[in-house]
């Protein structure tokens, strides 16, 4: 898929899914303004660029 300069937009199920945690969970995570999204009507939807921000502060606070 060529790259027009647009993100990658995740579903809520997508982000649990990379996770590996439970729909609630990642939901709580978003509510709670530990991952950045975006809501677009009644859909949420979070940005590859913004999981991985989350990925990265989550492997930080673990090798710490």
């Known amino acids: 898929m060529p790259d027009n300069g647009a993100q990658q937009v995740l579903k809520v199920k997508e982000v649990a899914g990379e996770l590996r945690v439970g729909i609630n969970q ?3 995570l978003i509510q709670h ?3 950045r ?3 677009i009507g009644r859909a949420i ?3 590859r660029e913004a999981l991985e921000e ?3 502060g989550r492997e930080a606070a673990i090798g710490a």
Do not use: Q
């Open 26 to 28: 990642a939901y709580e």
């Open 33 to 35: 303004g530990e991952i």
């Open 37 to 39: 999204s975006v809501r």
């Open 45 to 47: 939807r979070v940005t």
């Open 54 to 56: 989350f990925k990265a």
